[in-house]
């Protein structure tokens, strides 16, 4: 058995291609099947004179995504998709595939999520998310060519994290335990061991949002560095997402015409990105008519706004200390802001990066953390960082289905991860 | 500022690192400090007379762990770790480190792991963590160059898994929701799509087992494949295996001997591996003297026996039904055997994968799930996948943990991770 990406090496040979059916058109006297084998898709034809009254019966009465094993003749044919086709010389039915529930035409988003274990097959899913594994590759492989050490945070954890109160809870042998919502605590503990780590994995927010930007299992990529300060974090920044970028080009065009993604938009993107203060940014978007107040977040709208300025994504930094997580470093020149960053994507796809450099202060982060009432005793080895050798370090969090997103040029960050978790949708 | 591995760039040249105090010797007027930057160790020379009082002073009371720069001229020195030392000019104290928990004697394990956030720092833990770190770049460079697509299954779902009871449940907005203790179903909805498709995170077991083998959290990499039978499964784990001990041995040397791994152990783990079905092993096992029967399980006991007899990872195939997932394919040639394996690394290291060819018989699949009296429609999904285009295929499940315990010849799975989640554990 051959995969489909490899045909051109068979030209002129006989080959079988197990798979599944995308399309069939009988013409009278004559049929091309078209077949997805998951490395590609090979035009079949079928020629009833050349053929066994049985194998024209099983090949013409295929219904999609109908399992096959086809059997025939590799020939250039510019006009079939990958450039091959296949005269068919014998049709295997494997698996049958009688009312195939995702039809040809228009589906409505909530009958398609029922289905997302088969809308997965189709071909603009199939895009989306091929990029998404690229991108991800890439990430891995950009980190480990600079030495950065991957270091896997736990799930399971006491009281940590950003939000109290959107937290998913479950019971631990008696105890009660969270699922996380960041790993960057547990990979500021692993500086010391290895300067540059970094996280992977899924993290877990149970807001009641319904916006398109919000998933409540979505995956998120977290470098911490230590000796970094907030300047060197945003250059890191930059260059990590030139770098997926190009990657995404290189390695992911066919995708990305499939999506008619504009690459334009793309080509561009090559670090320094522009900068400005959350202060001016406040400004800026007054100016454009916005009634944000200085002390006030940011939102999904004002992010928007704020992107039509630019055609890179833009960095907002120092933020007011009110609005940020309190592990978030006082900035020294203004003690009302905090050292940090949100990476704003072009074209509203909104913030794909939140980072900061850390409070490396004992004192000034325990202020903190009485301010918002954590609970301090969870973070007592948190603390600890700060009792034996402090650091200065800083680290983000990229979010994985945003960057997507905005790479692909899709709309919805739930078509960008395979089996979306929403406040509605726990199935498939 | 510059990194310990990049020393030998800047013989001849001051330099100044910063990094943790990892030891001080004073003697009389020199005194030899130890500084570890996570990219290495360095030692610093301090000698009075060519120093201020102040500087002598700070570099003279610093103790361990507490975080410095240190400034000087590199120059070879083929004693100091690494092969180059500093002959120091200043010190500065970045973070001081009084009464640091973890001293250079044996401390409790429990002690330890309360403080796992420190512990973390020492050198064999970053040699065992930095093995695990290469053992995953591995498996995606691996399963990269061979089209496998990447598929991030969802943790949150419904009540989809292997072992009903031992499930770790959260509220789900009103609706119970469990966490996931495999990917494999979701990576087999993928397949129709990528044909080769892998998931690569945390899964979740509330077993209440306490052996050394256990934790309730753990990594798991679990690839699927279309087209692929019971044989070619078995041939494929044994290429990815000898792959990630190849890599390990050319590129992690320097912790597999600070671990005081032997490595001869490792050199000859080339596939293919010995191969004795279930029957055969159970035969084997009686001779050897256990009292296993035939239709029970192979406990850790068994298989560190069996192991005995390989100096190679063994593939255990065809177990008995009774005693696997109901999602593995009846063996046509014997109904009482479903067509699966397990590879059980040498040396008493235990399971390391399974795997088994999947049930495509939409009929024999309901039966299974019927015995097993599991929540049917929690599986409707599932059930799909065998009503439109079924097709054969395999896949496995890699223990990240277990494997990298067996590679570095370590013998508790808690020490390569993290933060290990074990019954009695959550905290740090």
Redesign the interface.
């Known amino acids: ?1 051959v ?1 489909v ?1 490899e045909l051109s090496r068979y030209e002129g040979q006989e080959v079988t291609v ?1 798979g ?2 995308d399309q069939l058109r009988v013409h009278g006297k004559v049929a091309f099947l078209v077949v ?4 590609g898709y090979v035009q079949g034809v079928l020629v009833r004179k050349e053929l066994p009254t049985e194998v024209w019966e099983i090949g013409t009465a295929l219904t999609q ?3 096959v094993k086809i059997t025939g003749s590799v020939r250039e044919d510019a006009r079939s998709p990958g450039g091959f086709e296949m005269g068919l010389s014998h049709v295997e039915l ?5 009312e ?2 995702i039809q040809p035409k228009e589906h409505g988003v909530e009958f398609l999520l029922d ?4 809308w ?2 189709s071909s603009q ?2 895009a989306g ?2 990029v ?2 690229e991108v ?2 890439a990430i ?1 492989d950009f980190l ?1 060519q600079r ?1 950065f ?10 009281a940590i994290g950003e939000h109290a109160g959107t937290l ?6 008696g ?1 009660n ?1 969270y ?1 996380a919502q960041t790993g960057q605590l ?1 990979a500021e ?8 780590v970094y996280c992977f ?2 993290t ?1 927010r ?1 807001e ?1 949002s319904k916006t398109r930007r919000h998933l ?2 979505f ?1 998120m990529m977290e470098p911490e560095m ?2 970094v300060d907030s300047d060197g974090n945003m250059r890191f920044q930059e260059e990590l997402i030139s770098y997926i970028v190009e990657r995404a080009l290189e390695r992911c065009g066919s995708q990305l015409d499939l999506l008619e993604r504009d690459r334009s938009k793309l080509e561009g993107v090559t670090a320094p990105f522009p900068r400005i203060s959350y202060t001016d940014a406040v400004t800026r978007l007054q100016e454009k008519g916005s009634s944000i107040k200085w002390g006030e977040d940011i939102g999904g709208a004002d992010e928007t706004l704020l992107s039509e300025d630019y055609d890179l994504p833009v960095f907002v930094f120092n933020y007011p200390r009110g609005v940020k997580a309190f592990y978030m470093k006082q900035n020294p020149d203004d003690p009302e802001t905090v050292l940090c960053d949100d990476l704003i994507a072009p074209e509203g796809y909104g913030e794909i990066i939140g980072g900061s450099q850390r409070e ?1 202060d004992l004192e000034l982060l325990l202020t903190r953390i009485r301010e918002e009432k954590l609970p301090e005793e969870a973070y ?3 603390l ?9 370090h800083s680290g983000f969090g990229l979010g994985l289905e945003r960057t997507v997103a905005w790479i692909t040029g899709r709309k919805h960050i739930r078509e960008l ?3 979306p ?1 929403l ?2 949708r ?3």
Not at 94 to 98: E, I, Q, R, V, W
Request: proline share 9%; net charge positive; aromatic share 18%.
């Open positions: 058995m995969e990406k197990a599944w059916v997805r084998d998951g490395t995504e109908a399992s494997l698996g049958p595939s009688p195939y529930p289905h997302r274990h088969l997965l097959r899913q199939r998310l091929g998404r594994a991800e590759q891995h480990y030495d050490v991957r270091v896997d945070t736990p799930i399971l954890s006491g998913f809870a479950t019971d631990y042998f105890e335990a699922l547990y503990a692993a500086c010391p061991a290895f300067r540059n994995g899924p877990f149970a009641k409540t299992e995956w230590a000796f490396d007592g080895w948190y600890d960082l700060r009792r034996y050798g402090t650091f200065p991860i395979p089996f978790r406040i509605n726990l199935y498939p």
